[in-house]
């Protein structure tokens, strides 16, 4: 390994805090300059937040006026903090399951400042509520939380020891730099112009622009000129991106990634200060960049779900995300969050002795350990040594652009790294896995993870688990470790294992890795989600003695049962509860064990599956051994088979599909795994609630002690889709819809939606009447020719023939950014055209209809601001006009492409 380089001058490495000490071109004009360069904390009005104490500054005694710019000669420690970072009270974070949830808090706001999509996570809003708004939506069934939107604040060439002691240099021999990484270094900004920096600089983004506070009022910053928005105006994000990256340039530091692209993603002001949905959102913007590794010297002691949800969505898109533990030492169980979250690299400190520094915090979660006691890095205009685990966090972060610029995943990444640490005697608590080794992480090879995990079947207590090994196998994986929640369960020395102590009705989440020869682990599996039974089951079988099993939609059911219909009311069954509206419920009946002829096996939907007898409403969709695919039902409540329609035979496995459409339902099933459905029959029943329940059921023969086991497969119930009546024009006439209440994704060519061309897909409102504000969300756009169209279209009657009077569309383009286009003669083509801009998606949409009047307007920011596209008269517009989105694809008529809108809302 590399020695310690003895370049310290004055500082002591196990100080407690971010130590500064300053080394600038022109010293004497910077003694005076606020310089918060403490390790990111967050604080709320009640206490604080921060990730530990920060030493007042100390360094080199030409430099002892540098205690000015740490808090005037005094240690900002934890207790200073309370009530600082204090936001406006009605500033909160709205956390939703639904998009219209998020679109209704959007509504509400005062003021929305972030639209989140967290993908699988959900959605949020950030922005300013009425006091009777937030406990309104706090209600909401499909609100998952309302959290203070609370605020951050900042914490406080040679090769640099630290660099050299992780053996990162030799990495660089090797001819390893990074090149081609991206690592986003979220913080107080970067300098635009620094010697050691502006080579390895993309692109940045500013959520508090340079020279601002992060409540909007302006500062004197670090005297740094500030030429982009990202600009450093504090110095401790500076400082990081140098460790990461500094360039090897003969002067200055070299980072441990000299070669990798950093980007600064500004969330924080001047002050040091920036709100919750500020980091959050750049958390998102990383990941929606499609950058490699997120940065974060940051972190609170308090667990924020919007942070939670900003971090895993960004490590489910592959980003390698990295935290510093925290300053709270010496302590235990005290990581911060971020570093606290499972998705999360959590990185304490070491110092030149390979101890741990004494200010480090520590905990379970720690996954490694880098140096971060008196490293020297750069600041704008020069360069300063600083202490704390802000200064480890981007020594991980450095290691891990070098592995993906290897063409590492995320989650190998990950593997990689704390799969090849080096032990320096420190406890799991202290040092995770140990300390950071960049050579012997780069020169190793980590297994491909494996694939295709599956659960092959489960009781009320074991789970079955099968997957593929990884493709890169050959021979050199020795086992395998399967987790389960997130902590290892058992091993296993083949592709399956049975998990057993599990609990019934209740869900697990499992993953496996591979380990090679020498110990290295893969990156995890794709994980999936057993569930024990998670659905209620309801036995009125005569001898109560039915058994189930399975979960997630998997169910096998032993039971007999003399019949489902009164007087016998003798079956078994796993069922959704108050499914509420237009459904379809689909189950694949894979084997059915008795063979006579009328036993029955399939879906049962009921206005209560509990009660005695059938009631009003009660209806089956069955296979049977010997009397085909049957649909019955009792519409009167008079417990009897109202009608039966039997058809065809039976051949297993059957898959089976159920639609139920107000008071209409209809019967299908499939021998080939769904490509085609044959219909059994098509009823209405009038006496069908809206909210049923919906399952799986079993009934044996008309002996009571007959039992047979019914393998159940995929059973799924989805809500019926597509509230709006849709329109396709296209030549082939092949366009395909789907999603509902709002958010529709349409799949679609089409040459134009004017005359002679009449070629587009639409879902629409029919005679929306008066004044009318439309708004949608274009999410994404697949076809990227330049006059692709996919927006908001106003049509007297969008059925007809042709573009008429009044016909008018708000859309994005490709290339040619915002159009407002109308036709206002009814000759069928453009009467004029407006272009604005350069479309950036997601991209929100509104048409504002006052009379004949139209205006189009654009918001790129979740609608905190509007951008007008144009206005226009259009008077052969009606009173009376159908309003819809619209998706038009190239003047190639077989040139398809699908686009995502949310949120179409008119008012």
């Not at 007042?56 to 005037?72: K, L």
């Not at 019955?632 to 009897?640: E, I, L, S, V």
């Not at 697949?782 to 106003?794: D, P």
């Not at 009044?806 to 009814?826: H, K, S």
Request: glycine content about 12%; charged content about 20%; aromatic content about 8%.
């Amino acid at each position: 390994m590399g020695s310690e380089a003895p370049n310290t001058s004055g500082t002591n490495s196990g100080d407690a805090g971010d130590e500064v000490s300053v080394d600038s071109d022109d010293s004497s004009s910077r003694l005076g300059t606020t310089r918060r360069g403490l390790l990111i904390g967050l604080t709320t009005g009640t206490g604080a937040l921060g990730l530990g104490a920060a030493a007042t500054a100390r360094g080199p005694p030409s430099h002892a006026g540098n205690n000015e710019g740490v808090g005037n000669d005094r240690a900002a420690g934890n207790n200073d903090r309370v009530g600082q970072g204090r936001g406006p009270p009605d500033q909160v974070i709205v956390g939703t399951k639904t998009k219209a949830a998020a679109d209704e808090a959007a509504r509400q706001a005062r003021e929305v400042r972030h639209r989140f999509d967290f993908g699988d996570k959900g959605k949020a809003v950030a922005g300013r509520f009425p006091e009777q708004a937030r406990k309104g939506l706090e209600k909401r069934p499909d609100v998952r939380y309302v959290e203070p939107d609370a605020t951050f604040e900042a914490i406080a060439e040679t090769l640099p020891w630290g660099v050299d002691r992780i053996d990162a240099d030799v990495v660089h021999d090797n001819g390893t730099t990074g090149d081609g990484a991206h690592v986003a270094i979220i913080d107080t900004g970067i300098d635009s112009d620094h010697p050691d920096l502006d080579d390895n600089l993309g692109s940045g983004k500013a959520y508090v622009e340079a020279g601002m506070n992060a409540d909007g009022s302006s500062c004197s910053g670090n005297g740094n000129t500030y030429h982009e928005p990202w600009d450093d105006d504090n110095d401790h994000g500076t400082h990081c991106a140098g460790t990461a990256a500094g360039v090897d340039n003969s002067e200055g530091v070299v980072g441990v990634a000299p070669g990798v692209t950093l980007h600064a993603v500004k969330a924080l002001g001047c002050d040091g200060m920036g709100y919750l949905s500020d980091i959050a959102a750049g958390v998102e913007y990383t990941a929606n960049q499609g950058w490699d590794v997120a940065s974060m010297s940051l972190g609170s002691s308090s667990d924020y779900s919007t942070l939670k949800d900003a971090c895993q969505y960004a490590a489910d898109q592959g980003v390698l995300v990295v935290a510093a533990a925290g300053n709270d030492g010496p302590c235990s169980d005290c990581v911060s969050y971020p570093a606290k979250y499972s998705s999360v690299v959590a990185v304490s400190a070491t110092d030149s002795s390979d101890d741990l520094a004494s200010f480090s915090s520590t905990g379970p979660e720690i996954d490694i350990a880098a140096p971060g006691s008196s490293i020297r890095s750069t600041i704008p205009g020069g360069y300063a040594y600083y202490s704390g685990t802000s200064m480890a966090c981007p020594h991980v972060s450095g290691v891990g652009g070098l592995l993906m610029a290897n063409g590492y995943t995320g989650s190998e990444a990950r593997a990689a790294l704390q799969n090849n640490t080096e032990d320096i005697g420190l406890s799991g608590s202290d040092s995770g896995s140990g300390l950071l080794d960049a050579e012997a992480t780069v020169g190793t090879t980590v297994p491909s993870a494996p694939t295709n995990l599956t659960r092959l079947s489960t009781t009320d207590s074991t789970a079955d688990l099968t997957w593929d090994a990884p493709t890169d196998d050959g021979t050199g994986v020795t086992h395998y470790n399967v987790y389960l929640d997130g902590s290892k369960e058992t091993e296993a020395s083949s592709t399956s294992a049975t998990v057993s102590g599990l609990s019934s009705g209740t869900s697990y989440e499992f993953s496996v890795t591979a380990v090679d020869s020498s110990g290295t682990e893969s990156a995890h599996s794709l994980s999936i989600t057993v569930s024990i039974l998670a659905n209620p089951t309801v036995d009125t079988t005569a001898a109560g003695d039915a058994t189930f099993s399975g979960g997630n939609g998997d169910y096998t059911i032993e039971a007999g049962g003399m019949d489902v219909w009164k007087y016998d009311d003798d079956y078994a069954a796993v069922y959704e509860e108050s499914v509420s509206g237009d459904v379809v419920a689909q189950v694949t009946v894979e084997s059915q064990e008795n063979t006579w002829l009328w036993a029955k096996a399939g879906i049962m939907v009921a206005n209560d599956i509990t009660a005695d007898g059938s009631s009003k409403g009660d209806l089956i969709l069955a296979t049977t051994p010997e009397n085909g695919y049957a649909l019955q039902w009792d519409n009167d409540g008079d417990g009897f088979i109202e009608s039966s329609t039997n058809i065809d035979s039976t051949s297993y496995p059957a898959e089976l599909r159920l639609t139920k459409s107000g008071s209409e339902f209809s019967g299908e099933y499939s021998t080939d795994g769904g490509s085609t459905w044959t219909t059994i029959d098509t009823v209405s029943i009038p006496e069908a609630q809206t909210t049923q329940d919906i399952g799986p059921f079993v009934r044996g023969s008309y002996s009571t002690d007959t039992k047979g086991t019914v393998e159940f497969s995929g059973f799924d119930v989805a809500v019926q889709s597509l509230n709006r009546p849709t329109v396709d024009t296209t030549a082939a006439g092949d366009a395909t819809f789907s999603g509902g209440n709002g958010d529709y994704t349409i799949e679609a060519g089409g040459m134009d939606v004017w005359k002679y061309d009449d070629d587009y897909a639409a879902v629409y409102e029919e005679s929306v009447s008066g004044d009318v504000v439309a708004q949608v969300t274009v999410e994404s756009q697949e076809n990227t020719w330049l006059w692709a169209k996919a927006g908001i279209m106003v049509a007297n009657d969008i059925t007809a023939d042709g573009s008429s009077k009044g016909d008018l569309i708000l859309a994005t383009t490709p290339e040619n950014g915002y159009a407002l286009q109308w036709d206002n003669d009814g000759d069928g083509f453009i009467e004029s055209s407006t272009n604005i801009d350069s479309t950036m998606y997601p991209a929100e949409l509104r048409l504002t209809k006052s009379g004949s009047e139209f205006t189009g307007e654009y918001s790129i920011d979740g609608g905190a601001t509007w951008t007008t596209v144009d206005t226009v008269s259009i008077p052969d517009a009606q009173a009376t006009q159908d309003v819809g989105v619209f998706v038009r694809g190239s003047y190639s008529t077989d040139t398809k492409g699908t686009v995502e809108f949310s949120g179409f809302d008119l008012s």
